[in-house]
């Protein structure tokens, strides 16, 4: 198998999408769970469908096999705050899996408000003969029976059924940016624009605020919580950025309100390159922990940064993702593109990053090599099998016959959701209301 950390010799192979056509069917989140096999997607419309992993063809061992609809369910209906006299959207946020311990799987889902806990599990078998029932399910007159019957189990068609296990709500005043599911299992945060709430899987009706940003005056109010992630190893460790493009470490064994931080992750600006849009840019939509719990990764609006949580005054590694767009962003801002909030991701061994971008592009970083590559995620000019080839933007001059010039980018294009499978060389990206799954191809 090639390595996808290898990135100057990469070639990705579609192996499936999908194709929607509402505004409902947006995609709004992607996740696979621990072990790679399910892959979740939400919607605008409140929808999660999840994808499961077939196995490999024996005719054709090469290809690790495709990503199937496995279960789709209604996770959150659109709500009405009468007190507030808001509308809340049905939206999913963000999707969390929980590590599997037992045939059934788990995941947390959240809209703005309200975070439910699903179980996703298998029914293949189901109990005849009863006693009090006929086969149709009617009750029997208790008179007529005559005999003692043992019910018996037989097989059926696999059902995959989805149920709510938990829902925890009324915790949060603003909207919910966040969900991290702990390294204990059993807590997880969640985070809004000025708090963070941590969370016991089993209890509902109250969480403990542990971080609390909202000054006095809300007219005193000079940055927001963008977004937070528990650390994969340590249980009492979580990062949380800001507005303003910083990162705060917080250590929950230090004060039960971690008001004060451990750690302050920030990069001083240049003041020569300073200009209207610079406080908007440098705002982090997005802070990932490498799987080791070594590094940590932040994305803001041009560029992707890698954090060694030993050093706090720099990033060990700046990667730029569309530097070419800096000349264009006051037409971004008078579009709202320049608010967009682009994620990132890891791939399984922390050697490469992956991220989006406008027209459908999305960008890929070795680490090792310092190379990248910059691919699209197009119906039009992907088939499955086909090997995607590398996309390349002119800033100016004469442009060459591989290249899109930066003036035909398309901003209603953009991919602000990806997602990296945990162990194998496999991607899934959404292009607005497209899922694209794709993998490294095998010789």
Request: hydrophobic share 35%; with cysteine.
């Amino acid at each position: 198998m090639t390595s996808m950390c290898c990135v100057h010799k990469l070639p990705i192979c579609l192996i499936q999408s999908g194709l929607c056509s509402f505004s409902a069917d947006i995609i709004s989140t992607v996740e696979f769970n621990y072990s790679g096999e399910l892959l979740a997607t939400g919607d605008k419309g409140g929808r999660v469908v999840i994808f499961q992993h077939e196995q490999e063809s024996k005719n054709r061992p090469h290809l690790r096999g495709e990503y199937n609809v496995y279960s789709t369910f209604q996770s959150h209906e659109p709500e009405f705050d009468y007190l507030k006299s808001l509308e809340i959207e049905e939206k999913i946020n963000k999707i969390r899996w929980l590590p599997q311990q037992n045939a059934a799987h788990f995941l947390l889902s959240t809209n703005d408000k309200t975070i439910k806990l699903w179980k996703i599990s298998e029914r293949d078998k189901r109990a005849e003969g009863y006693n009090l029932k006929d086969e149709d399910g009617r009750l029997r007159d208790p008179f007529r029976i005559t005999s003692l019957r043992v019910p018996v189990l037989m097989p059926m068609d696999l059902m995959v059924e989805a149920s709510p296990r938990r829902i925890f709500a009324n915790a949060h005043t603003y909207h919910i940016n966040s969900i991290s599911v702990n390294s204990d299992h059993e807590t997880y945060l969640s985070a809004d624009d000025l708090r963070i709430n941590l969370w016991h899987l089993e209890i509902t009706d109250r969480s403990f605020n542990i971080v609390d940003i909202k000054p006095a005056n809300m007219e005193e109010l000079t940055e927001v919580i963008t977004a937070a992630e528990c650390h994969p190893h340590q249980c009492n460790v979580f990062v949380y950025s800001s507005s303003k493009g910083t990162i705060r470490l917080c250590d929950m064994r230090a004060a039960a309100l971690c008001d004060r931080h451990s750690k302050f992750f920030e990069e001083p600006e240049d003041p020569s390159s300073r200009s209207f849009f610079s406080e908007i840019i440098s705002s982090i939509s997005d802070v990932k922990f490498s799987h080791s719990g070594r590094y940590m990764m932040t994305r803001d609006y041009l560029s992707v940064k890698v954090w060694d949580l030993n050093m706090e005054n720099r990033p060990v590694e700046t990667y730029q993702v569309h530097e070419y767009l800096r000349s264009k962003l006051c037409s971004l801002y008078e579009n709202d593109c320049i608010f967009d909030k682009f994620e990132c991701c890891w791939n399984g061994s922390d050697s490469a990053i992956m991220t989006g971008s406008y027209n459908n592009f999305f960008r890929m970083f070795d680490r090792n090599t310092r190379r990248d590559i910059t691919l699209e995620a197009s119906r039009e000019s992907s088939k499955p099998r086909a090997t995607l080839k590398p996309r390349k933007v002119s800033t100016g001059g004469k442009r060459k016959k591989d290249e899109i010039s930066v003036d035909s980018l398309d901003f209603n294009k953009k991919i602000l959701h990806t997602a990296w499978h945990p162990k194998d060389n496999v991607i899934a990206v959404a292009a607005t209301n497209n899922l694209y799954i794709f993998q490294d191809k095998i010789n």
